[in-house]
């Protein structure tokens, strides 16, 4: 459940600034900022309506999937798949969503125990991706 169930998927404030809905495991502190940053320019009337898709997500950072910035692409591309977590090769056999997932955790990486190791932390423990619009986290 988010906002969007609680006040409608079709909410605006009085300035007519709809949801924008920024999911993660746990969300992308720059997609978060980035996100807010624009809301304001939008608020000042410095920016146009935000482009969001149907989940409510800014689509510059939600439009593309995760395999498209994955560093395991190749060996999907080659059919070389892990049989074990922890291996280096593609990891989509072992329940990696990734090839049909919106998320720029690949590209940009995400929040980690230590924010100098710019990866997700499910990445870095090759946990499969899941969906970010159900905001499922690895198990």
Known sequence: MGLPDYLGWQWKSS????????????????????TLLYLLHL????????????????TWL???TVHEGCNR?????????AEAYGSRQCIVKLGCWGPVVQCNVGKR???TESEAAPTSAA???SAPCRDSRTNSCPS
């Open 123 to 125: 990445f870095a423990s």
């Open 62 to 64: 939600y439009g593309e």
């Open 73 to 81: 692409g190749g060996y999907y591309e080659q059919a070389e798949f």
């Open 43 to 58: 608020w000042a009337g410095r920016a146009p309506m935000i482009p969001l898709d149907d989940a409510l997500r800014p």
């Open 109 to 111: 990486g995400g929040p």
């Open 15 to 34: 300035a007519g600034i709809p949801i924008g809905c920024i999911p993660g495991c746990p969300a992308q502190p720059d997609n978060m900022t980035e």
